[in-house]
């Protein structure tokens, strides 16, 4: 249903169209990303908490020196007084005169000042006369630019009274059968709800949705895959040379893997491998061994990378634990000059390059196979499935397929075709990284030298590029920088700063120069949160810590760690309230990726994950990998719309996805 069919204007259409919102369907899909619970009055809360309350207006004054301001002077019922400030909006103060001497609904966070005894709130959440309209729940949206949350909100309410809008996705008997509630209530809730019990039973309708969307898609193509593989093993000579010149020994979970997925691909089966396990338990060498056996017999063998950095990492891997016995490694990326991806092109279509390596540039039209019989997808959840379906496009039927995964999994996660294979062991001499919550810069920074003079390097992330009026407190990687310039530069540490905004190429030389040892000390962004590998950084610091969800945390945590070295992990953060220590607590407690994902789980709500969109991620990959057990349920479901081949919306759209693939 197009969305003028509720009265959006074309200039509006072209706002929403720019997150998406193509139509009223997608409009009442378009979920909020939180909510301001308002309906009940809390008295004074402590600074950060927002307050809900009834106050009296009593007077209202505008001032306008270079930055005009308008306060509202305010006093709740036991004769605390409050100014509500609000800036460049003096032209509200005709609206807010007619309000003195009468009571109007307050919600915001108010800063206590004891010199005065009064309290004061800057551009309140709610500033609301009719008190009963005032006293409710509040979904909050991504900002769409142009656009105002008051017209949002009124062209949602039209959108979400079209039955046509709300249908449902899953066969009627099977609602009514699993007692599920109905869709055209859940979108309901979600955008107008009564109660936070109310928008839980909606955001679990919606999750399962998705998960059986998903499961069912994995589960159709693992039913048409084919189960037999013409890249067959005949030869093992190269394995035990390349382990052999490894720096380390594989673990007893390393060995068993590679002998079980030969031992497969021998009985002429096709490998279609997951390896599960938790950071730096060394599930790359797994795949990269595969790709030597297969390599080795004859076929060509391709890992795909999500970041430029990550695939010149694995090239640099790769060149140096393969090429020393015999096999051609080729690097294909999107930035190579023409000449150059010429003749890469040339020579993976010839079958002269028997292992390649790169970003999506693997997938291109212009990328031609000779022989291709394995394909490895690191970092898997980055890619969208289309895109990690193409990869596999490429080959004829029956290639093998390995996954590293970083995570834990259900063992029922694709469907009966898939091997889950879990490496629980660390490298021997790997210790623990010591984790711990720090507040005082300067024994931080006391720490950081300390490293250096060890001729350790040090990493420092930042979760922002760009400071914020409207984060105060959050600091950018700028603002980092300056200030271990200021402590550490005196004393010679050579600091350098990255971030997702840097060129490529910039990228790629930083890189190359922290792994090198010119760089002391890098600040960056979570750019390096996945495969950069540096054995000598000893030291990671994540700066307003609190910011960062506990899988983002124990990523970066994992690139330290990386040798025999005593590694460390400060989270740095102001922030002590319960939920951030309770977060922050998970991390200094354990070192073990699965119990972390558990506790993750705890800690957030499915509402952090639907509605949002994951920046190029897989948002169904994440939810799987959050909700293993629900998503378990939702294959259960997705077989049984499978086996009857009933009704169902969700059903067409993965057929008609299926056929498209199909035919590309």
């Not at 950071?279 to 061994?289: E, Q, R, Y």
């Not at 271990?484 to 120069?513: C, F, H, M, N």
């Not at 890098?522 to 495969?531: C, D, K, N, P």
Request: charged fraction near 25%; charge should be neutral.
């Amino acid at each position: 249903m197009k969305l003028s069919a509720i009265g959006i204007t074309p200039q509006k259409e072209k706002q929403f169209n720019g997150k998406g919102i193509f139509s009223v369907e997608d409009m009442v899909r378009y979920l909020p990303r939180k909510y301001n619970d308002f309906s009940r009055e809390t008295g004074i809360l402590p600074e950060d908490q927002i307050s809900c309350l009834i106050v009296t207006v009593n007077k209202v004054c505008t001032y306008n020196n270079g930055k005009p301001l308008m306060i509202v002077f305010c006093e709740t019922e036991d004769g605390k007084r409050i100014f509500v400030k609000w800036f460049h909006q003096n032209y509200l103060a005709a609206k807010y005169e007619e309000f003195v001497g009468h009571k109007v609904y307050l919600c915001a966070k108010l800063e206590y000042s004891a010199e005065y005894d009064n309290y004061s709130a800057t551009s309140p959440e709610m500033f609301e006369p009719r008190i009963s309209i005032g006293k409710r729940i509040i979904p909050v949206y991504s900002k769409i630019p142009g656009m105002s949350m008051d017209y949002l909100s009124a062209k949602m309410e039209a959108a979400v009274s079209m039955p046509e809008a709300l249908g449902e996705t899953l066969p009627p008997d099977m609602v009514a059968d699993e007692k599920l509630l109905l869709m055209r209530e859940a979108l309901y809730s979600v955008h107008f709800p009564q109660s936070m019990a109310q928008i839980e039973k909606a955001h679990d309708r919606l999750l399962l949705d998705d998960m059986v969307y998903f499961a069912m898609s994995n589960e159709y193509a693992a039913r048409s895959s084919s189960i037999g593989s013409p890249f067959n093993i005949k030869t093992l000579g190269t394995i035990k040379e390349i382990t052999e010149n490894l720096p380390y020994q594989l673990t007893k979970d390393q060995k068993d893997t590679v002998n079980s997925m030969i031992q497969k691909v021998r009985e002429g089966k096709r490998l279609n491998a997951l390896v599960q396990g938790d950071v730096g338990c060394g599930k790359t060498i797994v795949a990269i061994l595969m790709m030597a056996v297969l390599a080795e017999n004859g076929y060509q063998a391709v890992l795909m990378a999500p970041t430029q950095v990550l695939a010149k990492q694995h090239y640099a891997d790769l060149c140096a634990i393969l090429e020393p016995v015999g096999f051609h490694i080729a690097y294909l990326g999107s930035n190579m000059k023409v000449k150059e991806k010429k003749a890469v092109l040339a020579s993976i279509a010839s079958g002269e390059a028997n292992i390649i390596v790169g970003t999506h540039s693997v997938i291109g039209k212009s990328v031609e196979y000779k022989n291709l019989g394995i394909t490895v997808t690191d970092e898997e959840h980055k890619f969208g499935v289309a895109q990690r379906a193409a990869l596999v496009e490429k080959a004829a039927a029956g290639v093998h397929s390995i996954t590293p995964i970083p995570r834990t999994l259900a063992q029922v996660i694709y469907g009966s075709a898939i091997d889950l294979y879990t490496i629980q062991t660390m490298p021997a001499g790997r210790k623990p990284v010591v984790t711990g919550i720090a507040t005082d810069e300067e024994r931080i920074m006391r720490f950081v030298l300390s490293q250096k003079r060890k001729d350790h390097q040090c990493y420092v992330v930042s979760p922002m590029i760009d400071s914020s009026e409207d984060m105060a407190g959050v600091l950018s990687v700028e603002e980092v920088s300056r200030e271990y310039e200021k402590w550490l530069k005196p004393y010679g540490v050579r600091i350098a700063t990255l971030t997702g905004r840097d060129s490529k190429e910039t990228t790629e030389e930083t890189i190359q120069k922290f792994k090198d040892g010119a760089i002391d000390v890098l600040i960056a962004t979570t750019v390096i949160e996945v495969g950069v590998n540096v054995p000598n950084a000893t030291a990671m610091i994540i700066t307003n810590a609190e910011r960062f969800g506990l899988s983002s945390l124990h990523q970066l945590r994992g690139r330290v760690g990386r040798s025999s070295l005593q590694s460390y992990c400060v989270l740095q953060s102001n922030d002590q309230s319960e939920k951030a220590m309770q977060r922050l607590g998970a991390m200094v407690r354990t070192t073990n990726g699965f119990e972390i994902a558990e506790e993750d789980l705890k800690i957030r709500g499915a509402g952090d994950f639907l509605g949002t969109r994951q920046s190029g991620e897989n948002k169904y990959m994440a939810l799987m990998l959050a909700y293993p057990d629900k998503y378990k349920y939702a294959l259960t479901l997705a077989k049984r719309i499978l086996d009857d081949r009933k009704k169902c919306p969700l059903l067409t759209k993965v057929l008609a996805e299926q056929e498209d693939e199909s035919s590309e």
